[in-house]
């Protein structure tokens, strides 16, 4: 059956490839972008592109209303959208930190606290928040980002508790190394370092970590709540 399915950063990288693994299924698929002309990509996939800064309360109603006229109440929600701002935590300014919680939590909150009126009506729901390895393991030149990212575990168990008793389910899918825009600013040393410490020892494909998206939003994973699956090729064992 299809689903209304909404993906934000959706017009590149790990939230693309989500738009596409469930466009590929046959569900109605809405992804944000923030700027400019809408993503090729979206047209090529037959989604439907919506603009919508995550920081900006007004812009996530507009994208909900937009999406919502045109594919009905979301039920599928992923939570991709997310930037870095790294620096060592000696050198991290106030609004290195405060954009990355903005962006990366605050974001969440606020797409996450649209979508659930909709989803306790319908008595179903699908949510799922795209974390880090990183916010379990930690990485130097990255406290900002690993606090982001570990807040999403606490906030998707905190939902996952107050929305089952109503069908919703909200999970976590923490990718490791992952080839995108946001991987391509490291340099060869910095790249080897990282996979040196990968069990499969190579970094993954935008595909692989949609592949554990869809999953968790499929009627297989209905039993699911409140987890966290790596796609790190075994970098975060343990954690
Ligand atoms: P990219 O940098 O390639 O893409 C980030 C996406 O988020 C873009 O679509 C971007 O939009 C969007 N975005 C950023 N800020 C906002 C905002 N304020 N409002 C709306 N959209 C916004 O990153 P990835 O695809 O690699 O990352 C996607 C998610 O996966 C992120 O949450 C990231 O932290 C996480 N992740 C990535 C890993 C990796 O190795 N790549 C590993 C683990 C987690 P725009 O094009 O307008 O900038």
Avoid: W
Wanted: a neutral charge; hydrophobic letters at 45%.
């Amino acid at each position: 059956m299809s689903r209304s399915v909404l993906v934000t950063g959706g017009n590149r990288g790990i939230g693309l490839a989500v738009a596409h693994a469930f466009a590929e299924a046959g569900d109605r698929v809405a992804l944000t972008y923030r700027t400019g002309e809408p993503p090729q990509a979206a047209t090529r996939l037959g989604c439907l592109a919506v603009t919508c800064d995550v920081t900006d309360a007004d812009q996530v109603e507009r994208a909900y209303k937009e999406v919502e006229a045109a594919h009905g109440p979301v039920e599928v929600l992923v939570a991709n959208a997310g930037i870095t701002r790294d620096r060592l935590l000696m050198r991290m300014a106030d609004q290195d930190f405060a954009e990355v919680l903005d962006t990366n939590v605050m974001g969440v909150f606020r797409v996450v606290k649209r979508a659930a009126g909709e989803m306790v009506e319908a008595r179903r729901g699908r949510i799922v928040l795209i974390s880090s390895v990183v916010g379990l393991l930690g990485a130097a030149g990255q406290a900002n980002y690993a606090a982001s990212k570990a807040g999403l575990v606490g906030f998707a168990r905190s939902v996952a508790r107050e929305l089952g008793s109503r069908g919703v389910t909200c999970n976590v899918v923490a990718p490791g190394f992952v080839e995108t825009d946001m991987t391509k600013a490291l340099n060869d040393k910095q790249r080897a370092a990282m996979l040196s410490k990968v069990p499969l020892g190579r970094s993954a494909q935008a595909a692989e970590v949609a592949a554990a998206v869809r999953f968790l939003a499929s009627e297989d994973a209905a039993y699911i709540s409140g987890a966290v699956l790596p796609v790190d090729g075994g970098l975060g064992m343990g954690h």
